[in-house]
Structures are given as C-alpha cells and as structure tokens.
C-alpha cells in the first residue's frame, strides 16, 4: 500500500476537498479568480485564496497556475540510456545537468534511465541528445511523441481510489444518465492526436514573454492575472485575452491547482510498453485511452536496431503495486492482447518544469 496513506488527509475538511479535485483545471480566467471559486465553494475571496496557498505549503499541491504544453511550444522527446550501475550517479549528473532536461526517472529495466529533453527547436534537442551520448558514453535511445491518445495528470484525489481518473470516469458516466451499478461507457476523448517533432507554436513576442512570466506558477494573491500584467506593463485584458488564446491553440493545457501525486498516494506507478501491431494502433490506442485507470497513453517509434520493439506507451497511476498489477494484466487480457514490459519507476532523479526561456528562443 502506499506510504503517503491517509496522513496526508487529516486537516482537510469539505471545502478543501472540493478545491482540490475541482479545480485541477478550469480556473476562472478573470481579473479576481479566486471570488469566483470562493463563491462556488461557498467561502469567501480571501479565504479561497488562503486554502489555496496553505495547501501548496503543506505539499499537497505542487503550484498553483498553468500546465503548459512543450511538445507544442517547442521540441520534446523521451529518451532513455542503459547506465552502468557503478556508474549510474555519474551519468545522471550528466544528464540532469541540462536545463532542458525537466525529468529523469529511475527504472526497472535494463535501459534503466528515462529522461524528457525539451527544446526550442528540433536542432537543439538533438545537439543535447548528441553530447549527452558523447559525453556519457552510453548510446541514448530517443522515443519522441508520434501520436497522443490521452495524456493529462487531472484526477481525483481526495478519495479511495486505487487508480487515478476511477471517480472522474465514474462521476461522468452517472452524470450522462447512467448509475453507480451500471454506469455508461466513458467519455474520455482519445482521438489520435498527430504530434510534430518540431516546433508548431507561432508566439508573437508577448506571447513568449507571458509564457516564461508564468512558467513557475502564478502569483498567490486575489488579482494573480493583474500582477502577471503589471510585471510585463501591460494591460490585463491583454494577459487575459493571451491566456484564452494559448489555452485554445494548446499551449496552455489548463489552469488550476498542480495537485503532487505522491503526496497524496498516487505513487505505485508503472510505465507499460506494448508490442502492437502498426494497423491496429490507432484503434487499440483509443480504446485504451478511454480506461478510467490508464493515465497516459500515446504511440512512439520503435527503434529495432537497439532492441526496442515497442511502440505503445500506457502508465498506470495507482495507491497499491499489486493492484496495478492486476490492472496491467487485464489491460493486456481484455485490450492489448501483445507482448510488453513494465517499467516501474524505482528512483526520481529529477523532475521540473520544462524551461520556456529555451523553449521561447530567448
């Protein structure tokens, strides 16, 4: 079971609940946000405001702000290095010493570090993949995002749950008419979604200013929109048209509160690799993307010449180890009937926000 279990819990009460899986996403994008919430949650502006920032202080959520997208701003892929274990510290220090690195991760797996390099534009990356291999030593496998079927770290918390997404796929169904006994098909969206290796955004120059402005968080007071706007000298209703803007061209993937996962429990979690046939792909990718207990889900190349057979990625975020198990062996009986591996995060070696400032070109 999860170490974080229940502790974590103790000193919240409803309305802390409420703010937590509610407002993950879908922050009022006006000049006093936090009014808004406090009168959806029945407290006032400054008491919303205060939950908000003892809750970020306790741990429980990371920041408070916007998701941004890189693979859309700029250039991102996966990679990966076998690391020779006596040798192993050596080479994440080498790897997460790059800025654009913004997450490295401990594996279960011969290729046991995984790592995202994120860019401004596709030439850079791959530069840094090139030193991190010369200087290294270790040949880097480089996966980059093909296709997403369902990707977002939004779920409930404040619950029972094994699984993250139970209660959000389970509150959905009942709310489209069907009951906790027979609830109606999900209704996650996970068309296909094509991904560029390439920079696709085209900022204006304000746009690239925002972006690094907000890339930490937003400021913790009752008007965050107008002190981002009085840090750039500009308007509001220019920070808040931007805002719009980026949220509906993708840059911006939501706003709200950035919950820590393994705070509050979520941190049995397994990346599973998948063996699936090239014509079936889009097709089992949908279907698996609509899972209520797979929390990533999207296609990157296979690489045969370094032994890499596998092209579908799913992760699975849970409370108990066995039970993702257990989930990772029906997803294989019932909708991936392929070879796989799972690859269970052992070590976080690092984990940032990607840096906009590369991203932006600045």
Known sequence: MSHQSGDWRATLDGVDAALIDGYQSGFPVEERPFRAVGDALGVDEDEALERVERLRNAGILRRFGAVLNPPVIGSSTLAAVQAPADRFDEVADVINGYRQVNHNYERDHEWNMWFVVTAGSRATRDRILEEIEERTGCEVLVLPMLTDYYIDLEFPVVNADQFARESLELASAVEAGGTDEAPLEPSTDASATRISEDAASDLSTFDCDLLLAIQDG??????????????????????????????????????????????????????????????????????????????????????????????????IHGRDEAAVDAKIDELAAAYLPFSHERLYSAATLKQTGARYDDLVGQ
């Open 218 to 315: 937003f400021p913790l007071s009752v008007t965050p929109y107008r002190d981002v706007a009085d840090a750039l000298e500009a308007p509001v209703e220019d920070v808040l048209e931007a805002i719009d803007r980026l949220q509906g061209d993708g840059c911006i993937k939501r706003i709200g509160c950035i919950v820590n996962h393994v705070v509050t429990g979520f941190d049995a979690n397994c990346m599973v690799v998948w063996d699936v046939p090239d014509e079936e792909l889009d097709e089992r990718g949908e279907e698996t993307g609509e899972l209520p207990y797979v929390t990533l889900c999207y296609h990157r190349p296979r690489r045969h010449e370094q032994g890499w057979p596998y092209n579908l990625f799913t992760m």
